[in-house]
């Protein structure tokens, strides 16, 4: 029988269901026809004997020969995916990567092996052929895609597709109104936030326990529902934090004490807030360790020496379990993490019973939901009693105010001048540097108000690109504000961004989310800040700053009090140079960037919680007293402050 008559003898006999004796001719041709042709034929007729494994790998013999067949490397992958052989799976992917990035099927089955081997590097060409998939598998899948990155296109045009295909969905709705909020695409958030409000005012929390803890805050100010944002954060197990507790650990003479973190690098805000204190931290009577779990390869780069914030342990290859337990065996008495529910947060850590004291600090305004911490560090106006019931940490007050800041290695302000940043010389200039997520319409709408009922006065707006910049004159222009009232602009050098914030007369905070780092660095610029009284930790942050340097007639009671407050102030240009006066002067003297004295309070801080632990006891709200205020200033002024106060 020649070698076309056995292939359509067999291809007869498959033709007729006659699978067994199709089979039995297949295994005599191939010993002199292994051409892709028979080779398909063979995988379908194991197919239908039930052999998928055999069959995929017939497909796949079928397909890797020359010139390759795609289509049979398709149904390889398909079947070697169905059989559970994910190696033999992705090396046919490989072979047929670009035919992925266009069928759904082929990327689901790719994206799901890269998932589990945590290749997350790989999988960003994936997001948009499945999002755009025919079945809820697919875009299931492309959800599980989303990175944090909210600039990034294919993470833009995932959130909005899931969306429109699933406008019901809470998940589908909070996701795309925390892209809009990032753009300050308001009109989105206008038209998209209603049904959330409306089921809140009824007591539903549908739209709130799977939003992302950090993101809620963004629009929500209330404490008492703030603690329900979980997003996929897991309850603890019962009796944890008591089992922890109860561990054996040895203590030493000197307190040792864990900072976990992934921003321990001088470009970052936590840095360039705690910076100083790391390095005055006392050495006689505390030992310091940095876990981190950030790209240190990339942060070497940038030439600096951590050695004198502490010894820094990368954690980073490590699991939340492994990483504990790199914590104890270094037999940390606390542990301390900054970043709570915050991008890049691996709190999960504490989960597994890392130290006897966890504690939350710095990193998140707000209670760290489904994460064992004892204490959160705050102060009395961030954290007041009646805020208690609505954190399940005990508070750790700080006398004065619980952030940290730096003056030694913050640039100083320098001399500059309005030209060179496009502002009016003789307007009153109201400014904004807070994020643009935190830019709500009732802010623009205020803004709005404040501009047309002050004469000559323009408004300084920091945008985060050219989206941002648009959506945001869109709605400036809506509401009637002439363009030649409106100055836009970027971000900027570091030290370029600390010298351009005095030629403003007044900066005007965001709320329900305060400038936080960003309110510091105005203070420590020269410029007053307008805040309004805040109703949870992130409201109340500016509040906190300015008390510590000595202006909280700048905290107005409500919101029309605010408005009004700046109205008011674009008539009193002597009002403002008293207010920047006092910056200058406070500066050096007052509590806020006198890093030595908030060292003291925390290391203080420290000593109270160790002193219960070691005696048993249970964690329980505590409140540092303050050192005796400052009669001489901490640090030597320089001739920028005096320039600053003089103007």
Known sequence: MTTKNAFSTASGFYQKGQYTRALETLNELLNVDRSPKTYALLAKTLLKLGFRSDAASAYELAGRQKPQRDDYLREALLLHSECGNDDQALAVGNLILPMAFKDPDL????????????????????????????????????????????????????VATLFKKHPDSSIARILHLIFAREISDLAVVDRYMPPITAALAEGNLAYVIPDNPFFHLHWCGDEAINKHAIHDTKPLPAGLAEARRKLPHTWSNKIRVGYLSSDFWPGHATMKLMQRTLELHDRDRFEITLFDHSDLASQKEQGFDDQKWGTMVDVRGLSDQGAADEIRTRNIDILVDLKGHTKASRAAILNHMAAPIHVSWLGFPGSVVNIDLDYIIGDHYVLPDHSKP???????????????????????????????????????????????????????????????????????????????????????EARGISRKRVVFTTRIRYEDHIDRQQLADLGLDTFPVNGHTTTSEQLWGGLPVLTVKGTNFASRVSESLLNAIGLPELVAGDIQTYED???????????????????????????????????????????????????GLAPDHIDVPALPERSEPFMEDDQNSAAIAAE
């Open 107 to 158: 990327a689901f089955i790719l994206a799901r092996i890269f998932l589990s081997r945590e290749q997350k590097e790989l999988l960003s060409g994936f997001k948009t052929v499945l999002v755009e998939g025919p079945k809820a598998e697919h875009r299931l899948m492309a959800s599980k895609l989303l990175t944090d990155d909210l600039y990034d296109e294919s993470n833009r045009h995932l």
């Open 390 to 476: 609505h954190f399940h940490e005990k508070f750790c007050r700080l006398p004065e105010c619980y952030q940290p800041n730096d003056p030694l290695n913050r640039p100083k302000p320098r001399p500059t001048t309005r030209a060179q940043h496009k502002l009016p010389e003789d307007a009153f200039v109201f400014a904004s540097f807070n994020g643009n997520r935190k830019i709500t319409s009732q802010m623009v709408d205020v803004w709005c108000n404040i501009l047309k009922r002050s004469k000559n006065s323009v408004l300084w707006l920091l945008c985060n690109g050219p989206r941002a910049e648009a959506n945001l004159w869109a709605r400036l």
């Open 565 to 615: 407050m700046a109205v008011q102030f674009a008539g009193q240009p002597e009002r403002i140079a008293e207010f920047k006066q006092i910056l200058a002067a406070n500066r050096s003297i007052k509590p806020l960037f006198d890093a030595e004295r908030f060292t003291h309070h925390l290391e203080t801080a420290f000593e109270m919680m160790v002193a219960r632990a070691k005696q």
